[in-house]
């Protein structure tokens, strides 16, 4: 996907310098202030005249960092959220608002056995949507103090430059889907779930044009699944509402040039469930699937996902997750490129990724696009929070229109021992939060966390204080385009930190704000 161009030069240094910590915010609820100790701006940085800012950032956290008693906000995600029993350790009574495209009773029961996923009515074959159509998108590098006023333009999906797939030739692979869904080895079956189970070790199959309304578990086989055209838009496998569409259960699984939508499973993984297993998704669109618990889209349990020129849309979880849920016991590594989510949503947190551990996960994502996801309390966008450690890497990524209570495009919380965030050429812009923290926010349980902005933009966006923490051991570093020297140019203040509370940030401000509120 060609967006944001010459964004990608700092990749291969942040991949080799990957640190920090990320983990999930878990299943035991608190409740707690989050609210940060706001000071005037009084305290001189390097630039600063000293003058004392006299517009505080007066809006605070509500402090629901659980599920508890829903004291009444309605859910706007694409799907609504089912009756919750209490019964799953999530929280108390749900009576608050307004659920009206419910994914089914949640039982409390989340670890029974779902039956019901391989229930396919084969006939359903919903219409897949255009992914074809792409707006293109305006380079947003950024110059030094260049303030344009207008929001970054953005693309509705990824534009896959892989290049690597399909790997067969288009006569071949006419000749041999005249007679099947599918063919590997050079031989044509019935159902892919039949070409998979005929497959060697290393070997792919390849998925014919058409709708294919049936799940395929790859057990734990090393193996290559992909559309045969080259085109997601012809090859869609689509669970009707009803089954998870793919699971496999260790080796390495790579998906490429699909459309997997539709999909359902009543706790996690909607489309895909990777359990231990190397999973990697090329140029594929996951759209319109649920999970009843987390992983609206993609469930994956450690190990490494790589998600490459990928576009996620319309997804749901109703907790956390909405598109990609990942982290498990084991370390693991996660790399997103050049793909985009846009719409995805959570009831609780994570609308588009979370990523949480008992271990240490670290994140790298270049290039592409956080667009209009949502979550209910916490990271709009991308939420990090358990108890392990772990470093989200960002280069020349857009996050705009994302939505939160607390931290409305990315949220660093949980009881972990340590993050480490870096934002490279990143675009914060148009992000909001009800309550606190409108484009990044750090929790009051993190054990201690860096945040650094390295030539990024935070702009427009509103609800409590752009960037924040509640934490009195974040350290805050900023190198940025932050906006407009002397001009507010978010709703709140810019900044909210140890060091005080900051609404006129400029272009080119250069400092760091330690844990004890002194600037370095």
Known sequence: MNILPGHHARSALLG?????????????????????????????????????????????????TGIGEDTGATD??????????GEDGTGGDDTGGDDTGGVGDDTGEPGGDDTAELDIDTADTADTADTADTADTADTDLDEGEDTGEPPSSTDAAICTDGTYPTVDS?????????????????????????????????????????????????????VIEGATGDPADVILDGGGTARLITTNSGELILANLTLQNGYNSYDGGAISASNAALSVHCSVLQDNIAGYQGGAISQAGVTLTVIGSTFIGNFADYEAGAIQFGDWDDGVLVVQDSVFKENSSSYSGGAIQVGTW?????????????????????????????????????????????????????????????????????????????????????????????????????????????GASSATTTISVDSNWGSSGKDDNSSADLSSPCGTYSSLGAGESFTCLPDGTWK
């Open 16 to 64: 080799a310098t990957l640190l920090g910590t990320l983990c999930l915010t878990g299943c035991v609820i608190e409740e707690e202030d989050d609210t940060a100790s706001e000071v005037s701006d009084t305290a001189a940085f390097p630039g600063d005249d000293g003058t004392a800012d006299t517009s505080e950032d007066t809006t605070t956290d509500s402090g629901v």
């Open 76 to 85: 706007t995600g694409t799907s609504g959220s089912p009756d919750d029993t």
């Open 171 to 223: 006569a071949t692979a006419a000749k041999l889907c005249k007679s099947g869904a599918a063919f590997t080895g050079g031989t044509a079956y019935s159902t892919i779930a039949a070409a998979v189970g005929a497959s060697t070790t290393g070997g792919t199959v390849y998925v014919c044009a058409g709708t294919h309304t049936e799940t395929v578990n790859t057990g734990s086989r090393t193996l």
């Open 359 to 467: 271990a240490h996960d670290d994140v790298l994502i270049t290039g592409g696009e956080f667009l209009d996801n949502s979550s209910l309390y916490e990271g709009g966008a991308i939420a990090l929070g358990s108890w392990g450690s772990g470093s989200l890497n960002t280069d020349g990524v857009l996050f705009s229109g994302n939505s939160s209570q607390s931290s409305g495009a990315v949220d660093l919380g949980g009881w972990s021992n340590e993050y480490l965030a870096t934002f490279t050429d990143t675009i914060f812009d148009s992000n909001s939060a009800s309550s606190s923290y409108a484009a990044v926010g750090v929790g009051s349980r993190v054990v201690k966390a860096e945040l650094i902005f390295d030539e990024s933009a935070v702009t427009n966006n509103s609800g409590g204080a752009a960037v």
